[in-house]
Protein backbone atom coordinates (compact mmCIF):
# COMPACT_ATOMS: atom_id res chain seq x y z
CA UNK A 1 0.00 0.00 0.00
CA UNK A 2 0.99 3.37 -0.74
CA UNK A 3 0.03 6.72 0.04
CA UNK A 4 2.06 10.71 -0.81
CA UNK A 5 2.70 12.54 2.01
CA UNK A 6 2.02 16.13 1.42
CA UNK A 7 3.73 19.30 3.01
CA UNK A 8 2.21 22.02 4.83
CA UNK A 9 3.12 26.10 4.92
CA UNK A 10 2.22 27.73 8.36
CA UNK A 11 0.03 31.45 7.47
CA UNK A 12 0.97 33.20 10.32
CA UNK A 13 2.01 31.72 13.80
CA UNK A 14 2.29 33.56 16.98
CA UNK A 15 4.46 31.56 19.56
CA UNK A 16 2.49 32.44 22.56
CA UNK A 17 3.92 31.43 25.57
CA UNK A 18 6.80 28.99 27.18
CA UNK A 19 5.46 26.08 28.97
CA UNK A 20 7.25 24.07 31.86
CA UNK A 21 7.39 20.88 29.75
CA UNK A 22 9.85 23.14 27.33
CA UNK A 23 6.86 23.23 24.72
CA UNK A 24 5.66 26.45 23.46
CA UNK A 25 2.13 27.22 23.33
CA UNK A 26 1.22 28.81 19.70
CA UNK A 27 -1.49 30.13 17.29
CA UNK A 28 -0.77 28.97 13.23
CA UNK A 29 -2.52 28.21 10.56
CA UNK A 30 -1.62 25.21 8.89
CA UNK A 31 -2.36 24.25 5.08
CA UNK A 32 -1.32 21.51 3.45
CA UNK A 33 0.73 22.55 -0.20
CA UNK A 34 1.51 19.88 -3.06
CA UNK A 35 5.39 18.72 -2.26
CA UNK A 36 4.77 14.98 -1.76
CA UNK A 37 7.00 12.50 -0.50
CA UNK A 38 5.91 8.43 -0.86
CA UNK A 39 5.47 6.05 1.83
CA UNK A 40 4.61 2.39 1.04
CA UNK A 41 4.60 -0.60 3.05
CA UNK A 42 5.04 -4.09 2.54
CA UNK A 43 4.84 -7.35 4.31
CA UNK A 44 7.68 -8.65 5.68
CA UNK A 45 9.82 -11.33 7.46
CA UNK A 46 10.93 -8.44 9.75
CA UNK A 47 10.47 -4.67 10.15
CA UNK A 48 12.72 -2.89 8.05
CA UNK A 49 12.78 0.59 6.44
CA UNK A 50 14.64 2.01 3.22
CA UNK A 51 14.82 5.72 2.28
CA UNK A 52 15.27 6.72 -1.31
CA UNK A 53 16.00 10.17 -2.00
CA UNK A 54 18.17 11.53 0.87
CA UNK A 55 20.83 11.07 3.10
CA UNK A 56 18.57 10.47 6.33
CA UNK A 57 19.06 7.41 7.85
CA UNK A 58 16.41 4.55 8.45
CA UNK A 59 17.19 4.74 12.27
CA UNK A 60 15.19 4.31 15.23
CA UNK A 61 14.65 7.82 15.48
CA UNK A 62 12.69 7.54 11.74
CA UNK A 63 9.28 9.27 12.61
CA UNK A 64 7.75 5.65 9.90
CA UNK A 65 9.64 3.27 12.40
CA UNK A 66 8.51 5.64 15.50
CA UNK A 67 4.75 5.58 14.12
CA UNK A 68 4.95 1.27 13.60
CA UNK A 69 6.20 1.29 16.91
CA UNK A 70 3.73 3.21 18.81
CA UNK A 71 1.13 1.55 17.24
CA UNK A 72 2.65 -1.94 17.55
CA UNK A 73 2.49 -1.20 21.56
CA UNK A 74 -1.66 -1.57 21.35
CA UNK A 75 -1.94 -3.75 18.26
CA UNK A 76 -0.78 -7.63 16.75
CA UNK A 77 1.16 -5.84 13.78
CA UNK A 78 2.51 -8.12 11.68
CA UNK A 79 6.29 -6.88 10.25
CA UNK A 80 6.93 -4.75 7.97
CA UNK A 81 8.88 -3.35 4.76
CA UNK A 82 8.85 0.76 5.00
CA UNK A 83 9.85 2.22 1.94
CA UNK A 84 10.27 5.87 2.17
CA UNK A 85 10.94 8.51 -0.84
CA UNK A 86 12.01 11.70 0.08
CA UNK A 87 11.63 14.65 -1.61
CA UNK A 88 10.27 17.54 0.98
CA UNK A 89 13.49 19.26 2.45
CA UNK A 90 14.48 18.21 6.05
CA UNK A 91 14.70 21.37 8.13
CA UNK A 92 12.63 23.46 6.13
CA UNK A 93 9.19 23.99 8.11
CA UNK A 94 7.53 22.23 5.71
CA UNK A 95 6.85 19.59 7.62
CA UNK A 96 7.95 16.94 5.79
CA UNK A 97 8.68 14.06 8.49
CA UNK A 98 5.92 14.74 10.43
CA UNK A 99 3.60 13.81 7.61
CA UNK A 100 5.48 10.61 6.82
CA UNK A 101 4.71 10.07 10.87
CA UNK A 102 0.82 10.54 10.03
CA UNK A 103 0.43 8.65 6.86
CA UNK A 104 2.49 5.53 8.10
CA UNK A 105 -0.30 5.34 11.33
CA UNK A 106 -3.38 5.50 8.01
CA UNK A 107 -1.52 3.12 6.27
CA UNK A 108 -1.05 0.40 9.00
CA UNK A 109 -4.50 1.32 9.77
CA UNK A 110 -5.99 0.62 6.77
CA UNK A 111 -3.80 -2.15 5.50
CA UNK A 112 -4.53 -3.64 8.67
CA UNK A 113 -7.80 -2.84 9.72
CA UNK A 114 -7.62 -1.71 12.69
CA UNK A 115 -10.17 -0.02 12.60
CA UNK A 116 -9.06 3.41 14.09
CA UNK A 117 -11.08 6.72 13.75
CA UNK A 118 -9.19 10.05 12.67
CA UNK A 119 -9.61 11.35 16.36
CA UNK A 120 -7.87 8.54 17.59
CA UNK A 121 -5.52 8.65 14.66
CA UNK A 122 -4.88 12.09 15.82
CA UNK A 123 -4.39 11.14 19.72
CA UNK A 124 -1.50 8.73 18.13
CA UNK A 125 0.20 10.98 15.58
CA UNK A 126 0.68 13.82 19.23
CA UNK A 127 2.31 11.33 20.11
CA UNK A 128 5.04 11.66 17.52
CA UNK A 129 5.09 15.15 17.14
CA UNK A 130 3.35 18.55 17.12
CA UNK A 131 2.84 18.89 13.48
CA UNK A 132 1.76 15.32 12.88
CA UNK A 133 -2.30 15.34 13.46
CA UNK A 134 -2.56 18.04 11.01
CA UNK A 135 -1.51 15.61 8.86
CA UNK A 136 -4.64 13.24 9.75
CA UNK A 137 -7.41 15.22 8.44
CA UNK A 138 -4.83 17.84 5.89
CA UNK A 139 -7.35 20.53 5.58
CA UNK A 140 -7.04 24.67 6.35
CA UNK A 141 -6.89 23.83 10.08
CA UNK A 142 -6.39 26.59 13.50
CA UNK A 143 -4.12 25.16 15.77
CA UNK A 144 -3.91 25.89 19.27
CA UNK A 145 -2.24 24.52 22.38
CA UNK A 146 1.20 22.83 21.22
CA UNK A 147 -0.17 22.52 17.70
CA UNK A 148 -2.10 19.97 17.98
CA UNK A 149 -5.77 21.77 18.90
CA UNK A 150 -6.97 21.66 15.72
CA UNK A 151 -10.15 23.28 14.60
CA UNK A 152 -11.06 23.00 10.62
CA UNK A 153 -11.08 26.53 9.14
CA UNK A 154 -12.67 27.95 5.51
CA UNK A 155 -9.68 28.65 3.10
CA UNK A 156 -9.24 27.73 -0.14
CA UNK A 157 -6.14 28.96 -1.87
CA UNK A 158 -6.64 26.34 -4.82
CA UNK A 159 -7.27 29.33 -7.16
CA UNK A 160 -3.59 31.00 -6.01
CA UNK A 161 -0.29 29.90 -7.41
CA UNK A 162 1.98 28.95 -4.55
CA UNK A 163 5.89 28.58 -4.54
CA UNK A 164 8.41 27.78 -1.77
CA UNK A 165 12.00 28.49 -1.97
CA UNK A 166 14.34 26.51 0.38
CA UNK A 167 18.00 28.17 1.19
CA UNK A 168 20.41 25.83 1.81
CA UNK A 169 20.10 26.06 5.63
CA UNK A 170 18.91 23.60 7.43
CA UNK A 171 17.29 25.18 10.44
CA UNK A 172 16.67 22.91 13.48
CA UNK A 173 13.07 23.25 15.33
CA UNK A 174 14.15 23.12 18.97
CA UNK A 175 17.26 25.53 18.36
CA UNK A 176 14.44 28.00 16.37
CA UNK A 177 12.10 27.69 19.69
CA UNK A 178 14.94 28.53 22.25
CA UNK A 179 15.45 31.63 20.18
CA UNK A 180 11.49 32.96 20.06
CA UNK A 181 10.34 35.35 22.77
CA UNK A 182 6.92 34.51 22.96
CA UNK A 183 4.33 37.66 22.61
CA UNK A 184 0.74 38.00 23.04
CA UNK A 185 -0.90 38.30 19.69
CA UNK A 186 -2.47 41.02 18.71
CA UNK A 187 -4.06 39.66 15.79
CA UNK A 188 -6.95 36.71 15.72
CA UNK A 189 -5.62 34.89 13.11
CA UNK A 190 -8.81 33.10 12.09
CA UNK A 191 -10.41 36.42 11.39
CA UNK A 192 -7.57 37.93 9.68
CA UNK A 193 -7.11 34.84 7.20
CA UNK A 194 -10.86 36.04 5.72
CA UNK A 195 -9.49 39.22 4.76
CA UNK A 196 -8.55 39.90 0.99
CA UNK A 197 -4.85 38.02 0.64
CA UNK A 198 -3.77 41.69 -0.87
CA UNK A 199 -4.06 42.36 3.12
CA UNK A 200 -1.98 39.70 4.93
CA UNK A 201 1.15 40.95 4.19
CA UNK A 202 0.49 44.07 6.55
CA UNK A 203 -1.83 42.03 9.41
CA UNK A 204 -0.27 38.58 9.32
CA UNK A 205 3.27 37.66 10.72
CA UNK A 206 5.72 34.17 11.96
CA UNK A 207 7.28 35.12 14.95
CA UNK A 208 10.30 33.09 13.92
CA UNK A 209 11.04 35.59 11.53
CA UNK A 210 12.51 38.42 13.60
CA UNK A 211 15.23 36.37 15.12
CA UNK A 212 15.99 34.19 12.08
CA UNK A 213 15.80 37.23 9.58
CA UNK A 214 18.87 38.80 11.74
CA UNK A 215 20.83 35.36 12.01
CA UNK A 216 20.15 34.44 8.63
CA UNK A 217 19.50 37.62 6.20
CA UNK A 218 19.57 35.62 3.44
CA UNK A 219 15.89 34.01 4.10
CA UNK A 220 14.27 37.87 4.73
CA UNK A 221 16.00 38.24 0.80
CA UNK A 222 13.89 35.47 -0.65
CA UNK A 223 10.84 37.13 0.84
CA UNK A 224 11.82 40.25 -0.88
CA UNK A 225 12.49 39.52 -3.85
CA UNK A 226 9.50 37.21 -4.20
CA UNK A 227 7.20 40.81 -3.29
CA UNK A 228 9.70 42.39 -6.36
CA UNK A 229 7.84 39.35 -8.50
CA UNK A 230 4.71 40.42 -7.48
CA UNK A 231 3.75 37.74 -4.96
CA UNK A 232 0.25 39.34 -2.81
CA UNK A 233 1.91 37.01 0.43
CA UNK A 234 5.05 35.87 1.72
CA UNK A 235 6.42 34.16 4.34
CA UNK A 236 8.74 31.87 6.00
CA UNK A 237 6.96 28.44 7.03
CA UNK A 238 6.85 27.15 10.57
CA UNK A 239 10.46 27.62 12.46
CA UNK A 240 12.33 27.76 8.54
CA UNK A 241 14.12 27.81 6.59
CA UNK A 242 11.50 27.55 3.36
CA UNK A 243 9.53 30.74 2.67
CA UNK A 244 6.44 30.37 0.68
CA UNK A 245 4.98 32.69 -1.71
CA UNK A 246 1.37 33.28 -2.60
CA UNK A 247 1.00 34.91 -6.62
CA UNK A 248 -2.57 35.46 -7.82
CA UNK A 249 -1.28 33.80 -11.44
CA UNK A 250 1.52 31.49 -12.19
CA UNK A 251 4.61 33.44 -12.32
CA UNK A 252 7.68 32.22 -13.41
CA UNK A 253 10.36 32.68 -10.71
CA UNK A 254 13.49 31.13 -12.47
CA UNK A 255 15.53 33.88 -11.48
CA UNK A 256 15.33 32.80 -7.85
CA UNK A 257 16.78 29.59 -8.37
CA UNK A 258 20.24 31.17 -7.22
CA UNK A 259 19.01 31.50 -3.86
CA UNK A 260 18.08 28.22 -3.25
CA UNK A 261 15.61 24.95 -4.48
CA UNK A 262 12.42 26.31 -5.87
CA UNK A 263 9.53 24.06 -5.39
CA UNK A 264 6.75 24.75 -7.47
CA UNK A 265 3.14 23.10 -6.81
CA UNK A 266 2.22 19.87 -8.33
CA UNK A 267 -0.97 17.34 -8.55
CA UNK A 268 -0.50 13.61 -8.81
C1 LIG B 1 7.36 25.10 13.95
C2 LIG B 1 6.21 24.18 13.64
O1 LIG B 1 6.48 23.43 12.47
C3 LIG B 1 4.96 25.00 13.38
O2 LIG B 1 3.96 24.25 12.75
C4 LIG B 1 5.94 23.20 14.78
O3 LIG B 1 5.62 23.86 15.98
C5 LIG B 1 7.06 22.19 15.00
O4 LIG B 1 6.47 20.97 15.30
P1 LIG B 1 7.28 19.59 15.24
O5 LIG B 1 8.41 19.71 14.28
O6 LIG B 1 6.27 18.51 15.05
O7 LIG B 1 7.86 19.57 16.70
P2 LIG B 1 8.21 18.32 17.65
O8 LIG B 1 8.91 17.29 16.85
O9 LIG B 1 6.99 17.94 18.43
O10 LIG B 1 9.23 19.04 18.63
C6 LIG B 1 10.55 19.39 18.30
C7 LIG B 1 11.04 20.41 19.32
O11 LIG B 1 10.47 21.70 19.00
C8 LIG B 1 10.11 22.40 20.18
N1 LIG B 1 8.67 22.72 20.14
C9 LIG B 1 7.85 22.13 19.21
C10 LIG B 1 6.51 22.48 19.15
C11 LIG B 1 6.02 23.44 20.08
N2 LIG B 1 4.75 23.83 20.07
N3 LIG B 1 6.86 24.01 20.98
C12 LIG B 1 8.18 23.67 21.02
O12 LIG B 1 8.93 24.21 21.83
C13 LIG B 1 10.51 21.52 21.35
O13 LIG B 1 11.79 21.93 21.76
C14 LIG B 1 10.59 20.14 20.74
O14 LIG B 1 11.52 19.33 21.41
N1 LIG C 1 10.74 10.48 7.84
C1 LIG C 1 11.41 11.58 8.18
N2 LIG C 1 11.54 12.61 7.31
C2 LIG C 1 12.19 13.73 7.67
N3 LIG C 1 12.79 13.92 8.85
C3 LIG C 1 12.71 12.92 9.75
C4 LIG C 1 12.02 11.71 9.45
N4 LIG C 1 12.10 10.93 10.53
C5 LIG C 1 12.82 11.60 11.45
N5 LIG C 1 13.20 12.80 11.01
C6 LIG C 1 13.96 13.80 11.78
O1 LIG C 1 13.06 14.89 12.08
C7 LIG C 1 13.72 16.14 11.95
C8 LIG C 1 12.71 17.20 11.45
O2 LIG C 1 12.17 16.79 10.22
P1 LIG C 1 11.07 17.63 9.42
O3 LIG C 1 11.37 17.50 7.98
O4 LIG C 1 9.69 17.28 9.88
O5 LIG C 1 11.34 19.07 9.99
P2 LIG C 1 11.08 20.45 9.47
O6 LIG C 1 11.27 20.53 8.00
O7 LIG C 1 11.86 21.43 10.28
O8 LIG C 1 9.52 20.65 9.69
P3 LIG C 1 8.68 21.17 10.93
O9 LIG C 1 9.57 21.94 11.84
O10 LIG C 1 7.64 22.00 10.28
O11 LIG C 1 8.12 19.90 11.53
C9 LIG C 1 14.90 15.91 11.00
O12 LIG C 1 16.03 16.57 11.51
C10 LIG C 1 15.10 14.39 10.96
O13 LIG C 1 16.31 13.99 11.55
Redesign the pocket.
Same mark, same amino acid.
Given at each position: MLKFANA?I?IG @?HVTERRAD *???? @?E #?I $?YPVKIYDAVEIQSAEELGMEIHGSELKADDDNLCLRAYRLLATDFDLPPVKIHLLKRIPIGA =?L?G??SDASATLQLLNDQFKLGLTDTQLETYAAQL =? /???PFFIQNKATY !?ED? *?TKLSPIDLDLSAYYIVLLKPDLHIS #? !?E /??KNVIPLTPQVDLRRAVQLPIQEWKLIIKND $?ETGLFELYPQIAEIKRRFYELGAIYSSMT =??GSAVFAIFEQETDVSELNALGQVFLPMDL
Open positions: KN @L *GYHN @L #T $F =GGGS =G /ADC !AI *G #T !A /AY $F =GS
